[in-house]
């Protein structure tokens, strides 16, 4: 007997199982349509069959009534039979009426789907980039802040020109902040901003800034080294800074300022290295910010509502 090895040794069961499978067959095809294509038929006639059933649709009710009318119509020369069959043929008539436009509808309801499933998306995201890159933030004492709206209407009189009068709103806010760094490391603010928006009323919420004819900030040190000043930019060592007095100031034309009301906020924007901008979004009572000497104080912790913006600068 020879010593040599069978040919007949069984392999190993894991190659045996690599040899053995098969490749994925495509869809299913009956005649000429593959499954997915019947798919969507059935989708479109589930469509077709629930819009006919909603009898709140002004066109069902139409169809109903004209069914009813051909029926009595045919029941006049012909016998019950047929109008029974002209009522069906009706339906079945305002039916395919549906199915024709069900296209159209369905196509809408997974546009709306796809529109929402990708706003939670860009939401999750940009929850996650919070996370895992945004490290520094920073906190308004709602508690220590006011908000001043001023408006002048003085008479300008310089030297070499025709007296004018100035028509103008002024907006002047302080507000007592601190930064919170979650980083191991330092980071660095680069600069502050501040802006005036107003939610639309379309319904729809949407943020539309206000256009001022100036905008600035200025931050001090509540430890009386004097103003911040952000040329090489605000190191933030601590994981909690000491406080800063953050004032903003804004102009604006009198078409805007008689507009501030509950649906116009301030914010203030940092703009830190290595992240996107953080703001804080204000929310002053307006009526009183103009006609009280002392200004506007906040009433309570929601009205400064935080978030992370999407484009970086």
């Known amino acids: 007997m020879s010593d040599e090895p069978s040919n007949n040794t069984p392999k190993d069961s894991s190659a045996t199982a690599m040899q053995t499978t098969t490749p994925s067959l495509p869809p299913e095809v009956v005649g000429d349509k593959s499954t997915d294509e019947m798919s969507y038929t059935r989708r479109l006639l589930a469509h077709a069959l629930q819009q006919t059933r909603e009898h709140n649709k002004m066109e069902l009710k139409a169809g109903l009534v004209a069914a009813i009318i051909c029926a009595a119509l045919v029941g006049a020369w012909g016998s019950l039979g047929l109008s029974a069959l002209a009522f069906v043929l009706t339906l079945i008539a305002l039916f395919f009426l549906h199915l024709f436009h069900s296209a159209s509808g369905l196509d809408e ?5 796809l529109t929402e499933r990708t706003k939670e998306r860009d939401s999750l995201k940009l929850r996650l980039e919070e996370l895992t890159e945004q490290k520094l933030k920073f906190e308004v004492d709602w508690r220590q802040g006011r908000v001043f709206t001023i408006h002048d209407d003085s008479i300008f009189d310089p030297p070499e020109i025709e007296p004018f009068r100035r028509n103008l ?44 004819r100036l905008a600035y900030t200025h931050t001090y040190s509540e430890e009386g080294t004097g103003e911040i000043s952000f040329e090489r930019g605000l190191t933030i060592t601590e994981p909690i800074s000491s406080s800063y007095r953050l004032h903003g100031d804004l102009e604006l034309n009198p078409r805007y300022g008689l507009r501030l009301n509950e649906h116009c906020f301030l914010r203030f924007t940092i703009h830190a290295m290595n992240q996107r901008p953080y703001s804080a979004d204000i929310y002053p009572d307006w009526e009183t910010a103009l006609s009280s000497d002392s200004g506007a104080i906040l009433m309570s912790r929601s009205a400064v509502q935080y978030r992370v913006h999407r484009l970086t600068e």
């Open 169 to 212: 709103y002024y907006i002047n806010s302080s507000f007592k902040i601190h930064f919170v760094n979650e980083d191991i490391n330092p980071r660095i603010v680069r600069r502050i901003s501040v802006s005036l928006f107003r939610i639309t009323r379309n319904g729809k919420g949407k943020e539309k800034e206000i256009q001022t």
């Open 109 to 113: 309801v997974q546009r709306e789907r």
